[in-house]
């Protein structure tokens, strides 16, 4: 009895495994024409992806149990709800050339600062958020992570010669030393009006022509502690440029998340 329970659960996995694989194929599929909207080869964002190794990043083994055989690969597809927020930056990196500043508001944990340390290797990547002492720098660290985590191995990953930080709220970020233009923006900082706003129009008038633009936690549906939707949907009816929602993962969570993407002077 024992033993066909065994079997029957071993089954139940490979059986869960396989249309896990076929799932993930779908997905890349959707991912391919997002990519080729940008005329980027996917192939190529996924071998730049997997350069970077595993650690917090997209890519993962994949074993098969038949005959051993190790592969790496892009998960685009996950249970939990996988982000995709740094395959998309991955995409930016091939489709901008010559980058010399990069930007962005909302440190955070500083995995995607590190990310973007290593896909712009050549350009300075600069970063704000929060100093360490304000009430809510505490109360994000506190919710998202434990301290001990929190400030190590964030400090580790910001260690990168070419990685600027600005411990500073961003109501003062007219008044840093800042260049004048970037080629690629992340906005990931405070998700409230008024100072989501300021953020945006910052952002938007510093990007270069060409460069890319990047809102992160895009929501669909309402979220009253989230007002990034309201605010970017506020600026893609003024702006000529035209405004790409791409989703972060599968399958959507209960407020289904999403990256908004502009680039400068790609009009509608």
Same mark, same amino acid.
């Given at each position: ?6 079997? +029957?659960?071993?089954?139940?996995? !490979? ?12 997905? %890349? ?23 970077? !190794? ?6 993962? %083994? ?33 489709? /901008? ?71 500073? +709220?961003?109501?003062? /970020?007219?008044? *840093?030393? /800042? ?18 706003? !300021? ?5 938007? +008038? ?55 993407? *502009? ?6």
């Amino acid at each position: 009895m024992e033993q066909e329970w065994r079997g +029957n659960m071993i089954g139940g996995f !490979g059986r869960k495994k396989e249309m896990d694989k076929i799932q993930n194929n779908v997905e %890349r599929q959707k991912m391919k024409e997002r990519c080729e909207i940008f005329s980027i080869d996917i192939t190529d964002v996924e071998q730049r992806l997997a350069s970077f !190794g595993e650690d917090g990043m997209l890519v993962s %083994r994949f074993n098969d149990d038949a005959d051993g055989y190790k592969f790496k690969s892009v998960r685009y597809y996950d249970e939990q709800g996988l982000h995709l927020n740094r395959f998309y930056y991955a995409m930016a990196s091939l489709a /901008l050339k010559d980058v010399r500043n990069v930007f962005e508001i909302g440190t955070g944990d500083a995995l995607s600062t590190v990310l973007l340390s290593q896909l712009f290797p050549e350009a300075r990547i600069f970063t704000i958020d929060l100093p360490q002492g304000d009430p809510r720098f505490k109360r994000w660290r506190t919710k998202s992570a434990p301290e001990t985590m929190r400030g190590k191995q964030r400090q580790e990953r910001l260690r990168a010669e070419n990685i600027i930080t600005y411990e500073k +709220n961003t109501f003062f /970020l007219p008044s *840093l030393d /800042l260049p004048e233009r970037f080629d690629f923006i992340l906005v990931d900082g405070a998700h409230k009006y008024p100072q989501l706003a !300021g953020d945006i129009m910052f952002a938007y +008038n510093r990007i270069v022509e060409g460069g890319f633009l990047f809102f992160h936690d895009y929501y669909e549906k309402k979220a009253s502690s989230c007002h990034v939707k309201q605010v970017v949907d506020w600026m893609a009816e003024r702006i000529p440029e035209r405004v790409f929602t791409f989703p972060m993962g599968t399958p959507p969570k209960k407020l289904e998340q999403k990256m908004a993407l *502009l680039v400068k002077g790609l009009n509608k």
